[in-house]
């Protein structure tokens, strides 16, 4: 499969093409995957990608899009129900929603479905719930047979990428609410979808879309959130010009900080003329250029670090999605072969390329005298606990974390 699809053409918030490199990388690993065998690793391969910031709107986006096809596929492991944090921003938007909208829906539409946990919410009180997830091809059925018995009848699961999908194939009448969560940063063209929703959703109809906020990234030096998946950083500002030139009026807009500054939008068709929004971008280029030297230079301190723990046994805690990210900028092997995480789907598997592997960890206090890495540090409170019960007397935390 030949996974560069296409490289940058416009900005896919406000169309300019004005755009300067932020940062460069280099070998960028793929995310979200995790194999058994070694002789699986060839089929990820490092991959150089750039992220560039719009000089006009202030939205970040990537050089080049890789084949949706080969990132969402069977491969892709994530779980909304088994992540604290990804819990904790559904339920936020769902109250978004709930709140915001105040109305009973008859058909529900969630883009990115995963593993039903968000969609679930609505299945109490609408006709019908339609869910869509490439990740989900060929495993629909599994899905709905997870789903509580009375809300069956009310399912559809579909493995498919949006744009492929004809809701009147599966309900009498099109959705009159569409809704995504951390799902619009992962496409090339968000305007086109967007555009695509409008014109196959009922007049009345309310769309909200949830995404991760760049300026938390950039606030905190989070450049390890960076991957290929993520080929848009939206800023409110950009993802409202992004939906405003689809076609959307805003009904609202917000953000909940502590969930990696998730910001969601609410809108409905527009019926009457657009006057583009102005507003003053929230974060000047130049802060992003700067943000990104506070990571490397953050990097050779933590080099330092360990450097002066070198004399101890260390171990990474926490197989999170984006540590191959972290891994990618440190440029050398981490002080640690070992990543321990108590999740047992991720238990005696590898990451694709790298040289560490993830294994269930001994029972309490084993760890005694040894060195802790946080290789997930996001609720660094929580996996405190956790590494401290294992017995680690030194934990080290690499990056600002909630």
């Known amino acids: ?9 416009e900005c896919s918030a406000c169309g300019s093409s004005n755009f300067k490199l932020a940062v ?3 070998k960028l690993p793929h995310v979200g995957v ?5 002789a699986d690793e060839k089929n990820f391969p490092f991959v150089d990608n750039n992220l560039n910031v719009c000089m006009d709107c202030g939205h970040g986006q990537l050089t080049y899009a890789l084949d949706p096809n080969f990132l969402y596929n069977t491969n892709f492991q994530h779980c909304t129900s088994c992540s604290m944090s990804a819990k904790q921003a559904n339920d936020w938007l769902y109250e978004f929603i709930t709140t915001n909208t105040k109305k009973q829906f008859d058909v529900v539409a969630e883009i990115g479905i995963n593993d039903s946990y968000f969609l679930k919410k609505f299945a109490t009180t609408a006709k019908k719930v339609i869910g869509v997830d490439p990740i989900l091809k060929n495993n629909e059925k599994k899905l709905i047979d997870g789903v509580p018995e009375d809300l069956k009848k009310k399912f559809v699961v579909v493995g498919d990428f949006i744009e492929n999908v004809d809701f ?8 009159d609410l569409y809704m995504s969560n951390f799902v619009f940063e992962h496409i090339k063209e968000p305007k086109s979808v967007i555009e695509n929703i409008l014109n196959n959703c009922k007049d009345n109809a309310i769309i909200v879309i949830g995404v991760p906020g760049s300026e938390f990234l950039y606030e905190n030096s989070r450049f390890d959130q960076l991957s290929h998946q993520h080929y848009q950083q939206f800023t409110k500002h950009s993802l409202r010009l992004c939906v405003e030139r689809a076609g959307g009026e805003v009904i609202k807009i917000d953000t909940n ?11 409905k068709k527009r019926t009457k003329g657009f006057k583009e929004h102005k507003t003053n971008i929230e974060l000047p280029p130049q802060v992003i250029f700067e943000s990104y030297n506070n990571f490397t230079n953050h990097i050779e301190i933590l080099k330092r670090r360990f450097k002066v723990l070198e004399k101890k046994e260390m171990f990474g805690f926490g197989a999170a999605q984006n540590f ?7 440029k050398e092997k981490l002080p640690f072969d070992l990543i321990l995480d108590d999740n047992p789907q991720r238990q005696n598997q590898i990451y694709p390329n790298l040289p560490y592997n993830i294994s269930k960890p001994m029972k309490d206090g084993s760890y005694f005298g040894k060195v802790g890495i946080m290789t997930g540090p996001d609720y660094a409170r929580v996996l405190m606990g956790r590494m401290s019960k294992l017995g680690f007397d030194h934990i080290v935390v690499p990056f600002n974390s909630y």
């Open 257 to 267: 900080f502590p969930n990696w500054g998730q910001i969601a939008i609410a809108f």
């Open 34 to 38: 995790y194999v058994e065998n070694k």
């Open 1 to 9: 499969m030949e996974i560069l699809k296409s490289n940058i053409e």
């Open 168 to 175: 009147l194939d599966y309900a009498d009448q099109k959705p």
């Open 324 to 330: 191959p990210v972290f891994a990618s900028f440190y």
């Open 24 to 26: 460069k990388m280099e």
